[in-house]
């Protein structure tokens, strides 16, 4: 299995940033696209952003400029810089990741983490 940790959530006030951290760990033989998403009380699950790994990005359109995904393969570890924060920001995100695990066969499915959560306010 994979087992995936984020990190990096808090409080924080508009306009502020804030660095959200989600590492991969267990049979681990290869991640390809890993990526961000969020949920507002009451709201769908939605992408903020993903990045493959050949390096293509995806943003939604409310984070592009604010927000920057990026990734250390060698540490299976995706990260989240997010900028300029907004009230509207405030959301427990989730780290995903599509990877080839060895868990008896070898197999390739999605797997999320746990969540963290993220407010802006003053």
């Known amino acids: 299995q994979v087992q995936l940790v984020e990190s990096g959530g808090g409080l924080v006030q508009p306009g502020g940033s804030l660095r959200l951290s989600c590492a991969a760990s267990?049979?681990?033989?290869?991640?390809?696209?890993m990526g961000w998403y969020r949920q507002a009380p009451g709201k769908e699950r939605e992408l903020v952003a993903t990045?493959?790994?050949?390096?293509?990005?995806n943003y939604a359109d409310s984070v592009k400029g604010r927000f920057t995904i990026s990734r250390d393969n060698a540490k299976n570890t995706v990260y989240l810089q997010m900028t300029s924060l907004k009230p509207e920001d405030t959301a427990v995100y989730y780290c995903?990741?599509?990877?080839?695990?060895?868990?008896?066969?070898?197999?390739?499915?999605?797997?999320w983490g746990q969540g963290t959560q993220v407010t802006v306010s003053s």
């Open positions: 267990g049979s681990i033989v290869r991640i390809d696209d």
């Open positions: 990045l493959s790994s050949d390096g293509r990005t």
């Open positions: 995903k990741a599509e990877a080839w695990a060895r868990v008896g066969a070898l197999t390739y499915q999605e797997y």
